[in-house]
């Protein structure tokens, strides 16, 4: 069976990209963090610990600019139940923070319940403040706003004891990934960039964001990829690590891998990163050029539906055209229709080559075999 069929049944992504098989044995890191190097403390703190410090705004609530996850998700009613559930004495979720700036905690898990306790206990404003609602237990607080209820229940709500989790200063950055990764449990699950974003604030994300953004880039992909929970961001760090580090250099696992790209990100010149957007764009103008809206996808020969977007095919083929120098790139320019029939031909014949783009991306192997390919490819058109 000619293997490209296959790639007409891979699930969507957004409809747009092909969603990764992963086996997660073959995604362990090459050096896994040292677990002594977590540190995190728990603490038991009283219910008003936590309204003061949204009132004074030491907890960071507009998770957006480093989640671009929302608050306020919660309907009033659901708001409500929770409030209800602090004064009939229920006990809450544990909290989790990042409290590496004690000036600014980020909220990694507990957002909506947070939003919902600052709406009722410290907003003012009439039309924004939480008015109770269709309570349960407790019908006739309904209607009623926190500097409404009678002192002692205002004390119930305030003297409270919540568990919190904070990730304290010092803790390395691949350790607080897998933290975030792990446990945050909320109704919006993090994606892997969505917390690389929230660990590298500043130059890293900005940079990523501006690559994300990149004309040619846009063009290349038919504007096929979206911006909703970070997924150009996703493809633009793939880019990046490959680009930074080169394959062969690769350590397992990929999220790893990417952190270590954004963070490198801080020790470049304006003249370096100018030079990375360069070579990015020049590569996505290739790519175009060559491949038209079949780039980056695992096309056969007579498909009869555009594949997805492929992201290992993507970091492959981006990386390698970015490190060619213009002369290289006008040959290969010139003979596009060689270098196209030739990748296709690879994806249909090298059984390896087509799982390295289709499953388990991330695994050492199967980095070197998609870009050793590539790169291999490139260089035999070129020099015919």
Not at 65 to 83: E, N, T
Not at 123 to 130: C, E, Q, S
Not at 229 to 238: E, G, S, Y
Request: net charge neutral; aromatic share 10%.
């Amino acid at each position: 069976m000619n293997p490209i069929n296959t790639s007409e049944n891979a699930n969507f992504e957004e409809d747009n990209v092909e969603i990764e098989q992963n086996d997660e044995s073959l995604l362990l890191m090459d050096k896994p963090f040292d677990p002594t190097k977590i540190n995190i403390e728990t603490k038991t703190p009283s219910l008003d610990t936590l309204i003061k410090r949204v009132l004074h705004k030491s907890i960071q609530m507009n998770t957006e600019s480093y989640f671009q996850r929302q608050d306020d998700l919660w309907d009033p009613v659901k708001q409500s139940r929770l409030i209800e559930s602090i004064l009939i004495r229920f006990p809450l979720p544990a909290f989790f923070f990042d409290a590496t700036d004690d000036n600014e905690w980020l909220v990694v898990d507990g957002l909506q319940r947070l939003s919902s306790i600052r709406n009722f206990c410290v907003v003012k404003d009439p039309k924004k403040r939480l008015k109770l609602t269709n309570l349960e237990f407790l019908s006739h607080l309904n209607g009623m706003t926190f500097d409404e209820l009678s002192g002692d229940l205002q004390r119930i709500i305030e003297e409270s004891q919540v568990v919190i989790y904070k990730i304290m200063p010092g803790t390395p950055t691949d350790v607080k990934f897998n933290i975030f990764k792990r446990i945050n449990t909320g109704g919006l699950v993090l994606e892997p960039q969505e917390i690389r974003h929230a660990l590298f604030q500043g130059k890293p994300a900005v940079f990523i964001a501006e690559l994300g953004k990149n004309a040619d880039f846009l063009k290349a992909t038919a504007n096929k990829i979206k911006t909703h929970r970070m997924l150009d961001r996703d493809f633009a760090n793939r880019f990046l690590c490959f680009y930074l580090f080169g394959y062969a250099n690769y350590t397992p696992d990929l999220d790893t891998f990417m952190s270590k790209a954004m963070a490198n990100i801080n020790e470049k010149t304006d003249l370096e990163l100018e030079k990375i957007k360069s070579d990015f764009s020049e590569a996505m103008k290739l790519s175009k050029t060559i491949f038209g809206d079949e780039a980056f996808r695992k096309v056969s020969n007579n498909y009869k539906r555009l594949p997805p977007i492929n992201k290992a095919l993507f970091d492959a083929i981006s990386t390698q055209f970015a490190l060619l120098s213009n002369e290289e790139r006008e040959i290969l320019k010139s003979r596009r229709t060689l270098f196209k029939k030739a990748l296709k031909n690879s994806l249909t014949q090298d059984s390896l080559f087509f799982i390295s783009v289709t499953s388990s991306t991330g695994d050492k192997n199967r980095v070197f075999k998609r870009h050793n390919t590539i790169e291999l490819l490139i260089n035999q058109i070129i020099s015919a």
